[in-house]
């Protein structure tokens, strides 16, 4: 079975600060893991994803994170925050292929303070 | 290059009656998954299509039912509907076998 967790529901950070998302997953085998945002009344966007290549992954906007097999964690970072980054993200994880559940986390909500 | 495309964007129905959401998967996509994201949760997962039946459900009543088309394209029915169906349903696509998934904008359905 596999499960999510995001340790934050709400993060709130000052414009120009550093970002931290925290998710920790749960996978009976080596799973995909995603990062997607939603901004208000908009669909999911794919911010990056981990699927057992490098383990620090980079995405768009400059956005990252880092896989941690041994602490079951794939924190989601960004060294400055932008005004627009202020959405409802969400930590994903999956198997290898379209053949397995996708299961989301419950989201954390970021808000930029300027 | 079109991507997933979901109509219609907002929908208001009554208690009890029935609804038809359509997605047209991305250009090259031939799996259509749907999901049901109620008010300040996250996306959960309803069922998975891939060549005109459907492959894995997840905890949704036999009221939540769907169809794919041969040309790829997906339908979600909910019957008898209830006040607690309102939310955004997503539709996502991707190449069997892949990871790759592309999520539409979604449907907002609301139950009066």
């Known amino acids: 079975a596999q499960s999510v967790t995001q340790l934050d529901s709400h993060v709130s950070v000052s414009e120009g600060t550093p970002v931290l998302l925290r998710c920790n997953y749960s996978s009976s085998y080596s799973p995909s893991l995603f990062w997607y945002v939603q901004h208000p009344n908009k669909g999911l966007q794919l911010l990056l994803k981990y699927t057992s290549a490098a383990t620090l992954v980079k995405g768009i906007n400059g956005f990252e994170a880092e896989f941690k097999k041994s602490e079951t964690s794939f924190h989601l970072t960004k060294p400055s925050a932008h005004m627009s980054d202020a959405a409802e993200y969400f930590c994903v994880v999956s198997g290898k292929t379209s053949y397995d559940k996708v299961i989301f986390g419950p989201g954390t909500s970021l808000s930029v303070i300027p | 290059d079109a991507g997933v495309t979901q109509s219609p964007t907002h929908l208001i129905k009554t208690r009890g009656q029935q609804v038809t959401l359509r997605c047209s998967p991305k250009?090259?996509?031939?799996?259509v998954s749907w999901y049901q994201q109620a008010l300040g949760q996250g996306p959960q997962f309803i069922f998975q299509y891939y060549e005109e039946e459907e492959r894995q459900r997840g905890n949704f009543p036999d009221r939540f039912s769907g169809h794919q088309f041969p040309n790829y394209s997906s339908e979600l029915n909910v019957n008898a509907l209830l006040l607690g169906d309102s939310a955004l349903y997503l539709c996502?696509?991707?190449?069997?076998?892949?990871?790759?998934?592309?999520f539409g904008s979604g449907t907002r359905l609301t139950v009066v």
């Open positions: 996502a696509s991707s190449l069997i076998g892949t990871d790759g998934y592309t």
């Open positions: 250009s090259g996509h031939d799996t």
